[in-house]
């Protein structure tokens, strides 16, 4: 199948390999034009570590081009990113059209189905609850190293009535490794990336700030792993208070990078001793703070204060980081403001992430 793939970065690279090795035919877009020049100039993609491949990729020189044509179109890109493709998307989709979110944001499929239900277009979005792949860019501009490929993915679909639709070209694109949720707003409670790198980030800030080369598996100590764990008992509580059932932190990293289960320090740990710890960020301007926070932590807080359960670690990180970086992280959030979800009910909330919604 032909995929258009929005984005250029490590894990839209990694996915161009993985889709090209399965012989199916991606077609790399990138929104700034600069992370694809030396593939449209007939350079070849090289993957290594995880997934190995070397060849020729498409890439398409606009987002029309990207879309045109497409079986189904992928979203992989930083969210801060996401609003930016979906408006740039908006008027090239198609009705029936399947549109993949990898990973999913801040509820941006409510924001594009929105958006597309003024045009009178429907489609399938299916959302995933993180990306298929780890790994690092690397300076050359034509390869990326893949670190490790999921075993488990959390996927659902907008809306909930094409869930097993989406699953199924999921799979066929991607290989049998997909999860069903409860639609929507299991999604938003599967993303562990936010919590995660809070503390991961906010008790190694030093490292970053200075550019040293840190090990990040390495340095998630026993006291880093215990204040995961608590941010996602709170992320836990939330979802159980919407009837929803959503994987541990233990249970992701377990899944995700292949350790035996035990504290988030141990696997941590194991997966360092194993050379898959991989590495921190080199520089506080990172996609931990500037991406995660504003998209993760901010969503999260906010359906902890819809459903009663106020995720006060998750808040606390969103202000100390604002405070660190002398900048308003939560106005950094382009989407959740065109969506007014503080304004529902649990119940409400509920439906509008199951229902396509009616034309505005």
Not at 121 to 134: A, D, F, K, M, Y
Not at 169 to 176: K, N, Q, V, Y
Not at 188 to 207: D, E, F, K, M, V
């Amino acid at each position: 199948m032909r995929i258009g793939i929005l984005g250029a970065g490590a894990i839209a690279f990694g996915m161009a390999a993985f889709l090209a090795k399965a012989g199916h035919q991606p077609v790399l877009w990138s929104p700034s034009g600069t992370r694809t020049r030396e593939l449209a100039e007939g350079s070849p993609l090289t993957a290594t570590g995880a997934v190995e491949f070397s060849g020729k990729v498409a890439v398409a020189g606009d987002c029309a081009a990207a879309v045109a044509g497409a079986d189904a179109v992928v979203v992989a890109l930083p969210a801060n990113g996401h609003r930016r493709v979906f408006d740039a998307a908006l008027p090239h989709l198609r009705s029936g059209q399947p549109v993949i979110i990898s990973s999913h944001s801040s509820f941006g499929a409510l924001y594009l189905a929105k958006r597309l239900a003024a045009r009178n277009i429907r489609l399938p979005i299916s959302v995933w609850g993180t990306t298929l792949l780890t790994g690092r860019q690397q300076p050359d501009g034509t390869s990326v190293a893949v670190n490790t490929v999921r075993q488990k993915i959390d996927i659902a679909t907008l809306p909930k009535s094409a869930a097993a639709e989406g699953k199924a070209l999921c799979t066929e694109l991607f290989g049998d490794r997909f999860v069903a949720r409860e639609g929507l707003l299991a999604i938003a409670l599967s993303n562990l990336n936010p919590q995660n790198h809070l503390g991961i980030a906010l008790l190694n800030l030093t490292r970053m700030e200075k550019g040293e080369t840190w090990g990040q598996g390495e340095h998630v100590t026993p006291a880093v792993g215990r204040l995961i764990e608590a941010l996602d008992l709170e992320r836990l509580a939330i979802a159980e208070s919407f009837g929803l059932s959503v994987r541990t932190v233990q249970e992701h990293f377990s899944l995700s990078f292949h350790v035996p289960m035990g504290t988030v320090s141990q696997m941590n740990q194991q997966m360092h001793r194993e050379g898959r710890g991989g590495f921190g960020p080199t520089s506080a301007d990172s996609r931990y703070i500037y991406e995660d926070v504003p998209f993760g932590l901010v969503p999260t807080s906010l359906l902890g204060r819809i459903a009663g359960r106020p995720a006060v670690l998750h808040e606390a990180g969103t202000a100390l980081f604002s405070a660190a970086m002398a900048h308003d992280l939560v106005a950094d959030n382009d989407l959740l403001p065109e969506l007014a979800l503080d304004k529902l009910s649990p119940t409400a909330l509920t439906t509008l992430c199951e229902e396509w919604p009616a034309k505005a």
